[in-house]
């Protein structure tokens, strides 16, 4: 439905001359605001839904298949399929098939054939946390602090058809591979933007991309938020392999997968503590896992869930509904790989039932090769959480009986050694706690630090690094207003305070869900010397790592010409980080998935004078 067609849809209600099938859509319309109005025409200032504006960010597909399968199925019950398409169309202001000009062929600056050559040599930032590691920590950056004040926009590219900003860049052999929430997947020059091909998967993919051999070829291997694993020849954008990591209908995957010795190891993810509070739905048969796959063949290798038991029926709620626990325990953040002790860390979030499994909010070790359960370390016990169900004591239908801080983990677990050949897990926490563990020790606790308020917004959220000295945490604190926001820096052997820098204040109105603007939520970066850290009101700044003082800023949040033609504006900065290779830095602008911040839809590459 374009503008034109609302246009005239409200005039043909204003005058009385609806059509049978506009007046079913009027229908709809009546029934979207008196089931989803409440969460999503007027957010609440802590609430984690997406308002009106970011919903027209997205596809009428995307929105549709929350509708239909996604995690609006249960709100969704009794419409017909014409209304769940006029919902879809009208709330993004466009018709179904526009996402079709997201097509690499449809824009105007494609790149010059060329060889890809080989993509694992020269600069590169490849997957999630650059190493098996996950230590954000770029040494190889091409780029000093004395140069990084001198840091100018090089190029820009729009994401077609408003699509939001997604995922974070992976740069290698000279491209930049990005993916996008319509689910386009590009490959483009790093030198200047310009296009070499495009790949559509089933869904949103919001997952760094890993860069690696598939046999003969190189392939580029990521997931999407339907929780399908692809991988796709890297130089031509072909289909090599795809398979469904998990059955679950809400299941998703938001971590990158990690590639090692020729396994691709896949987080899984769900939304159903989203869906979990509707009376109608049967809460909660979820349970995160990690799935091994041979990386040139795509067949599974092995399957872990985080959860050991499935979940079974426990009682059923006031309107007859069956409930089962215990389910959560949720992978949000990329996976951890330690060679050297053949074990593979995840993180996890949440329990969905109450009591929470013992495994939710923890860092679990698997064996590398089998999968096996070898240790977890629990940091929040009893942490069971859905979405619209408070905290505390509750005896509404489905939330769980006593309802936790929701103080799970974005963070992937850092694997750092020490100078004295010490090895650390560092990681950050909703909580807004930083913490050590001990690898060598079934995860024993190191060290412990404060480094924010924490909520279920805020604290630290998407991603933390680490060099060889310090571990740097940015911290959110979305419910905190004009004081949201600040990045701390640690030492990594004790846990003592180094540094912490706060963003300057802004003017903030009780209430105001966008008061927050300051909100350090995304992934953060550090190269020799520097880091790098966003906030949601489309600032980054770049700090000096010997005191936090600030040594560079760009405000992303305005409106840009683009190397591909596409209309362009930036937003928030929050879920992915920028990323760091030969001498430039790549950042999305726009990512409002929270609730918090402005869309927007562009990739910005910037170099040196």
């Given at each position: 439905?374009?503008?034109?067609?609302?246009?005239?849809?409200?005039a043909?209600?204003?005058?009385g001359?609806?059509?049978?099938?506009?007046?079913?859509?009027?229908?709809?319309?009546?029934?979207?605001?008196?089931?989803?109005?409440t969460?999503?025409?007027?957010?609440?200032?802590?609430?984690?839904?997406?308002?009106?504006?970011?919903?027209?960010?997205?596809?009428?597909?995307?929105?549709?298949?929350?509708?239909?399968?996604?995690?609006?199925?249960?709100?969704?019950?009794?419409?017909?399929?014409?209304?769940?398409?006029?919902?879809?169309e009208?709330?993004?202001?466009?018709?179904?098939?526009?996402?079709?000009?997201?097509?690499a062929?449809?824009?105007?600056?494609?790149?010059?054939?060329r060889?890809?050559?080989?993509?694992?040599?020269?600069?590169?930032?490849?997957?999630?946390?650059v190493?098996?590691?996950?230590?954000?920590?770029?040494?190889?950056?091409?780029?000093?602090?004395a140069?990084?004040p001198?840091?100018?926009?090089?190029?820009?590219?729009?994401?077609?058809?408003?699509?939001?900003?997604?995922?974070?860049?992976?740069?290698?052999?000279?491209?930049?591979?990005?993916?996008?929430?319509?689910g386009?997947?590009?490959?483009?020059?790093?030198?200047?933007?310009?296009?070499?091909?495009?790949?559509?998967?089933?869904?949103?993919v919001?997952?760094?991309?890993s860069?690696?051999?598939?046999?003969?070829?190189?392939?580029?291997y990521?997931?999407?938020?339907?929780?399908?694993?692809?991988?796709?020849?890297?130089?031509?954008?072909?289909?090599?392999?795809?398979?469904s990591?998990?059955?679950?209908?809400?299941?998703?995957?938001?971590?990158?997968?990690?590639?090692?010795?020729?396994?691709?190891y896949?987080?899984?993810?769900?939304?159903?503590?989203?869906?979990?509070?509707?009376?109608?739905?049967?809460?909660?048969?979820?349970?995160?896992?990690?799935?091994?796959?041979?990386?040139?063949?795509?067949?599974?290798v092995?399957?872990?869930?985080?959860i050991?038991e499935?979940p079974?029926?426990?009682?059923?709620?006031?309107?007859?509904?069956?409930?089962?626990?215990?389910?959560?325990?949720?992978?949000?953040?990329?996976?951890?790989?330690?060679?050297?002790?053949?074990v593979?860390?995840?993180?996890?979030?949440?329990?969905?039932?109450?009591?929470?499994?013992?495994?939710s909010?923890?860092?679990m070790?698997?064996?590398?090769?089998?999968?096996?359960?070898?240790?977890?370390?629990?940091?929040?016990?009893n942490?069971?959480f859905?979405?619209?169900?408070?905290?505390?004591?509750?005896?509404?239908?489905?939330?769980?009986?006593?309802?936790?801080?929701?103080?799970?983990f974005?963070?992937?677990?850092?694997?750092?050694?020490?100078?004295?050949?010490?090895?650390?897990?560092?990681?950050?926490?909703?909580?807004?706690?930083?913490w050590?563990i001990?690898?060598?020790?079934?995860?024993?606790?190191?060290?412990?630090r404060?480094?924010?308020?924490?909520?279920?917004?805020?604290?630290?959220?998407?991603?933390?690094a680490?060099?060889?000295?310090?571990?740097?945490?940015?911290?959110?604190?979305?419910?905190?207003?004009?004081?949201?926001g600040?990045?701390?820096?640690?030492?990594?052997?004790?846990?003592?305070?180094?540094?912490?820098?706060?963003?300057?204040?802004?003017?903030?109105?009780?209430?105001?869900?966008?008061?927050?603007?300051?909100?350090?939520?995304?992934a953060?970066?550090?190269i020799?010397?520097?880091?790098?850290?966003?906030?949601?009101?489309g600032?980054?700044?770049?700090?000096?790592?010997?005191?936090?003082?600030?040594?560079?800023?760009?405000?992303?949040?305005?409106?840009?010409?683009?190397?591909?033609?596409?209309?362009?504006?930036?937003?928030?900065?929050?879920?992915?980080?920028?990323?760091?290779?030969?001498?430039m830095?790549?950042?999305?602008?726009?990512?409002?998935?929270?609730?918090?911040?402005?869309?927007?839809?562009?990739?910005?590459?910037?170099?040196?004078?």
């Amino acid at each position: 439905m374009t503008r034109a067609s609302l246009v005239g849809f409200v005039a043909a209600v204003l005058v009385g001359t609806t059509s049978p099938v506009q007046a079913q859509a009027i229908q709809a319309l009546g029934v979207f605001e008196q089931r989803c109005g409440t969460c999503h025409t007027k957010p609440a200032a802590d609430s984690r839904a997406p308002d009106r504006d970011s919903l027209r960010q997205r596809t009428p597909e995307q929105i549709l298949d929350a509708l239909t399968t996604g995690s609006m199925k249960v709100n969704a019950e009794g419409l017909t399929d014409t209304q769940k398409r006029m919902i879809a169309e009208y709330i993004t202001e466009r018709p179904l098939g526009a996402a079709l000009a997201g097509q690499a062929s449809a824009m105007p600056n494609r790149c010059a054939v060329r060889p890809l050559g080989d993509p694992l040599t020269g600069p590169a930032w490849n997957g999630w946390g650059v190493d098996a590691g996950n230590s954000r920590y770029q040494p190889a950056a091409g780029l000093t602090p004395a140069q990084v004040p001198t840091l100018k926009l090089k190029w820009a590219f729009g994401f077609p058809n408003g699509s939001s900003a997604y995922g974070q860049p992976t740069i290698a052999g000279g491209r930049v591979f990005v993916g996008s929430d319509n689910g386009f997947v590009y490959a483009l020059g790093s030198a200047n933007g310009c296009v070499y091909w495009s790949f559509q998967a089933k869904g949103g993919v919001r997952t760094a991309i890993s860069i690696g051999k598939a046999g003969s070829r190189y392939a580029a291997y990521f997931s999407d938020v339907k929780a399908n694993v692809y991988a796709i020849d890297a130089e031509t954008g072909a289909m090599l392999w795809t398979r469904s990591a998990e059955s679950h209908p809400l299941a998703r995957v938001t971590g990158a997968p990690a590639l090692y010795n020729g396994r691709l190891y896949v987080p899984v993810a769900s939304f159903e503590e989203g869906s979990g509070p509707n009376p109608k739905y049967e809460c909660c048969t979820f349970r995160g896992s990690v799935v091994a796959y041979d990386a040139s063949s795509g067949e599974q290798v092995w399957k872990t869930y985080t959860i050991a038991e499935k979940p079974k029926p426990t009682k059923k709620n006031s309107i007859g509904t069956q409930m089962y626990g215990a389910a959560g325990a949720a992978i949000w953040s990329a996976p951890t790989i330690d060679a050297k002790r053949g074990v593979i860390y995840v993180a996890t979030g949440d329990a969905y039932t109450f009591p929470a499994a013992d495994t939710s909010d923890a860092v679990m070790a698997f064996d590398l090769k089998t999968g096996f359960p070898k240790w977890t370390h629990q940091f929040t016990p009893n942490d069971a959480f859905l979405v619209g169900c408070g905290s505390g004591p509750s005896t509404r239908d489905n939330c769980p009986d006593t309802v936790g801080p929701d103080f799970d983990f974005g963070n992937s677990p850092i694997l750092r050694t020490l100078p004295n050949g010490k090895s650390l897990l560092v990681i950050g926490q909703k909580s807004g706690a930083a913490w050590a563990i001990d690898p060598d020790k079934e995860g024993a606790l190191v060290w412990e630090r404060k480094v924010g308020k924490g909520s279920a917004l805020g604290g630290v959220e998407w991603g933390s690094a680490a060099d060889d000295r310090y571990g740097y945490f940015a911290t959110a604190d979305a419910q905190a207003g004009a004081s949201a926001g600040g990045l701390s820096a640690l030492n990594l052997a004790t846990g003592e305070e180094v540094w912490h820098a706060t963003p300057p204040p802004v003017d903030c109105k009780a209430g105001d869900r966008n008061c927050a603007v300051q909100a350090q939520s995304a992934a953060i970066t550090v190269i020799p010397g520097v880091v790098f850290s966003g906030a949601t009101n489309g600032m980054m700044r770049a700090y000096s790592t010997a005191d936090g003082k600030v040594l560079w800023e760009f405000d992303t949040a305005h409106e840009y010409t683009t190397a591909n033609g596409v209309a362009a504006k930036g937003g928030s900065l929050n879920g992915p980080g920028p990323v760091v290779a030969g001498g430039m830095l790549f950042m999305n602008s726009g990512y409002a998935y929270l609730g918090f911040g402005a869309p927007g839809n562009v990739l910005l590459a910037f170099g040196i004078e």
